[in-house]
């Protein structure tokens, strides 16, 4: 069973941007894709976009659109998500999941991240 | 985009008993695209069910779902202590975006 192990707790300031790292067990990287989903203190699940590794194609929800890019490193099996122009709305934890599909990003998640909570603050 | 509806938003229920959650969709989902997850305080989601029907490995069959076009429910046939969590709902068969209803808390009582 695949793992996906990601980077620790981040405090940024407003306006800077964050840069949070998901590393995925076993071999078979290329075979799935991987998506980014937050959630803010107490609230629902909201998905900000994924990713194909084969394809290295990406599509990302509207609302973030010009300010977040998922990209992945098949040497090191890992899948990132860089968030830009921070402010305090985006204080929340932060989940890469994997995609058991190799050819969308529009599709269920069967395996999660441990999550990363990202704080905005000044 | 569609807006998924979760309801109830609280189920206080005691063990043994049958849980039924409802997701409505404010347009008809494509196909049976429609997935449920589990989370509990301080986890990570858990996928439960997808394609509307299809009970994800490890998942008991206590578990499972039902439902087309605007209309989904997530079944839970004899609640057991360990159920307690808030359930999601998800939706992935309609560009732009994927999205997720807003959870159903299941309390055990």
Excluded at chain 2, 65 to 72: K, P, V, Y
Aim: net charge neutral; hydrophobic share 30%; proline share 5%.
């Amino acid at each position: 069973q695949v793992q996906l192990v990601q980077s620790g707790a981040e405090v940024k300031k407003p306006g800077s941007s964050v840069k949070v790292s998901c590393k995925a067990s076993g071999n078979t990287f290329n075979s799935y894709g991987f998506t980014w989903v937050r959630q803010a203190p107490g609230q629902g699940l909201e998905w900000m976009g994924g990713i194909i590794p084969i394809f290295g194609s990406t599509r990302y929800a509207q609302k973030f659109q010009g300010r977040v890019t998922i990209t992945t490193d098949e040497s090191t099996s890992t899948a990132y998500l860089e968030l830009s122009s921070l402010r305090s709305e985006d204080t929340a934890v932060y989940y890469c999941a994997r995609i058991p599909h190799m050819m969308t990003v529009m599709h269920y998640f069967d395996q999660w991240g441990q999550g990363t909570l990202v704080t905005v603050s000044s | 985009e569609i807006v998924l509806t979760q309801s109830p938003g609280t189920l206080s229920l005691s063990p043994g008993e049958r849980a039924a959650l409802s997701c409505r969709a404010s347009q008809s989902v494509i196909g049976t695209n429609l997935a449920w997850y589990q989370q509990k305080p301080g986890q990570a989601p858990r996928l439960l069910i997808y394609d509307a029907s299809s009970r994800a490995t490890g998942i008991p069959d206590r578990f499972s779902g039902s439902g087309s076009g605007t209309d989904f429910t997530l079944t839970i046939s004899r609640l057991e202590p360990e159920d307690f969590g808030v359930y999601f709902c998800q939706q992935y068969g309609t560009s732009p975006s994927l999205t997720f209803g807003g959870g159903t808390k299941v309390e055990i009582k």
